[in-house]
């Protein structure tokens, strides 16, 4: 690249815990530019899993998080007419990012009334280590396990 590298936005704390994660957790449920009722979709989630597991909520989430964020991913590479998925460790922003992002999408696919339920419902699930969002983490590994034997092509 010629040019140099684009600066990293700054991304102010949420005004609730005063924690960017959340900030950057609410930025991707955001749909149409929608951010307050994002973050009453997030809020009203984090309320619903403190009163049904009876810890606090955020720390809650942030488990939830940590549960379902890949270590290592799986990448194309084109080698020799033939195509392999060779197994990378991810970057830290990439990592949550992936995440976040499953956790979302797992939970709008869920059957729940609301967002607000669909999410503390996967939340929940995360937290316990079981449902879509933590299956498609051991999925990933599983294939990065698999594929274990092409690392030495790594770039």
């Known amino acids: 690249m010629r040019k140099t590298k684009p600066r990293k936005r700054v991304i102010l704390p949420d005004p609730k815990f005063g924690e960017v994660i959340v900030t950057k957790f609410v930025n991707n449920i955001m749909l149409e530019g929608k951010k307050n009722l994002a973050y009453n979709i997030f809020y009203d989630a984090i309320d619903i899993v403190a009163e049904k597991t009876g810890e606090e909520g955020l720390e809650v989430w942030k488990k939830a998080l940590s549960n379902v964020t890949p270590l290592v991913e799986v990448r194309s590479r084109r080698i020799g007419g033939a195509t392999f998925q060779i197994p990378s460790e991810i970057r830290p922003g990439r990592k949550q990012s992936i995440g976040m992002k499953n956790l979302i999408q797992y939970s709008r ?33 599983r294939m990065a396990d698999a594929n274990k034997a092409f690392s030495h092509f790594r770039f």
């Open 109 to 141: 696919k869920r059957h729940e009334k609301t967002m607000s339920q669909k999410l503390a419902a996967e939340i929940m699930q995360a937290y316990k280590e079981e449902g879509a969002a933590f299956k498609r983490k051991e999925d990933i590994h």
